[in-house]
DNA sequence: AGATTTTTGTAGTTTTCCTACATACAGCGA
DNA sequence: TCGCTGTATGTAGGAAAACTACAAAAATCT
């Protein structure tokens, strides 16, 4: 049903190929982008094999025929734009670039979609359900994902803080009570003082859901792990989308919490808009 | 060459589009999954016209004919998953919703991507260069957003400030000097204190960078408005994406400013990674 | 080296898409 | 209202693309 992953799956089958179809399967690879706008003859010539081997390769990869091949692969060219050039260089117009960032970030969001694991996920809007108070932490740019976060969870009705400072989230973290949360959140997942807070949290019967990259220590001292990676080419030129990454995370799990809390939550947050438009002009809509 | 909006480019047409030509685009708008599987024949006899006329509509949206516009709108329905349902519904289990959440902010921000003016985009580069101050202004949820650029742009050794208060955004506006620049980041546009703060650094002679909805009176009184139009179905269970895109809009802006810079700015950001290095554990990488 | 199996290409068939043309419809002036 | 002109739509036929059956070539095994 789904597009999925073409040419991983091309990858992947070209072992079990013969000659001349691992042919084909070597120019689709090198340039997918290219083969949109083929027919089966160019494709054949350019791959120097006959056309019938080209639905050959076809099949072997699962695809109904030359035309479903094409589409399929169209389909993930446009969802996975990383198949263009993403890095900025130096002669991009501003056109350019702001595609690129786009692009990459999209990239990102696609990928760190697919790997979230949704037992995870649901073990961590449970005990954000049931928590009385919930805490957000995080330094450097994690710090403002946190601010976010906290926001965001305020609408929910939760008893919710963010903290950026060493020495408040410890303080706060000390009067932990068993089942109130803390997401921890880092980009590196090494952090020093986000460590500390998390063993003080644990130590006091809190829960704690983390938000790092795998294997990181931050992720490994957690109650409820949610694995984000995201390859941080720290290049200049290439933007954090992990900051990005993290907030559509958080977002999913508010969507979950929204939906445990059910139909009286309307009620709360329609008061709330409510009262927002009070300060603003016109107050019309 | 890029897939563009196709929905888009068809719902503009179907204006000057004669009748049976419009019947195809309505059922086009109407099941745009389906097409892709369909031969031509197939269209033609559940828009109820014929063979030709498909044709026709084809190259009245701008495609060379029927398998040109099938791929172009595959491609679009690879790229901005909004063509699935994504209002979140009770039944979801969690990989359904989260997958949602991720689709809908990729598709908020493919559509912001296409709607940016690089002309304006590169005006406000220039501003931000040439600034010898630049702060960031925003309330609720784009105070989070405010403290993210600052983070970023402080990065880029520029002298920046974030604020969410309203009367330190009134102080520091009276300190601004010709040149200097403001951000200002609203998803309303029409927050009436941030509309005072502007007012307050143009009549000093403080250039405003406006990131807000088109028409807004905060675009309105910007000197550099950069338009960000997402529809906020404001449903509970819809996420606000629109912190989302306006953090990438400023990730471009990131992006020129280190750009201009030029490698000058490599030397000091290895020097800060440097220095990160020391606040976590393990040291390597 | 010969036989068998596997792999690849040739030639032909079918399907799909597109174009030329004819008919039907709508708008306009008398 | 009628006829004329121009546009809009469908019919039928032709071109091209994709797919299939079969035969030749290569590789493998005995």
Redesign the interface.
């Known amino acids: 049903m789904k ?1 999925a992953l073409m040419t991983q799956k091309i990858s992947d089958a070209i072992l079990t190929m013969r000659k001349s179809e691992r042919k084909v399967a070597e120019f689709v690879l090198a340039h997918p982008a290219d083969i ?1 706008h083929m027919r089966i003859v160019d494709l054949a010539k350019r791959a120097e094999v006959s056309e019938p081997t080209v639905v050959r390769f076809c099949r072997a990869i699962g695809c109904e025929g030359f035309q479903d091949f ?2 399929n692969l ?6 996975s734009p990383s198949f263009g050039q993403i890095a ?1 260089t ?1 002669e ?4 350019d ?3 690129k ?3 990459s ?2 990239d990102t ?2 990928k ?2 697919d790997s ?1 694991n ?2 995870i ?2 073990r961590a ?1 449970n005990a954000l359900c049931n928590a009385n108070r919930v805490e957000f932490f995080g330094f ?2 994690s ?3 946190a ?2 976060a906290q ?2 969870f305020f609408r929910l009705q939760l008893a919710t803080a963010a903290y950026s400072d060493h020495h408040i989230q410890h303080m706060s973290a000390m009067s932990m009570k068993p089942g109130d949360v803390v997401v921890a959140i880092s980009q ?1 997942g ?4 986000l ?1 500390n807070a998390i063993e003080v949290v644990r130590s006091v019967g809190g829960i704690v859901i983390a938000i790092a990259p795998s294997g990181s ?1 931050v992720i490994q001292k957690a109650s409820i792990p949610i694995e984000v990676n995201v390859e941080e080419d ?1 290049e ?2 290439t ?2 989308s992990s ?2 990454a993290h ?2 995370v958080i ?2 799990l ?3 919490v ?2 445990h809390k059910g139909p009286k ?2 009620d709360h ?1 329609f008061r709330l ?1 409510q009262g ?1 438009r009070k ?4 107050n019309e809509r």
């Open positions: 597009p949109i094409k589409l169209a389909q993930q060219l446009a969802a900025v130096d991009d117009t501003v056109a670039y702001s595609h960032v786009f692009d970030t999209v969001l696609l760190v979609r979230l949704p037992e996920m649901d809007v450097g740019a710090g403002a994902v601010a976010d926001h965001k590196s090494r952090t020093e003082a460590i220590p720290i200049i030129y933007p954090l900051r990005i907030l559509v977002d999913v508010a969507i979950g929204a939906k939550l309307h947050l808009k927002l300060l603003r002009v016109n």
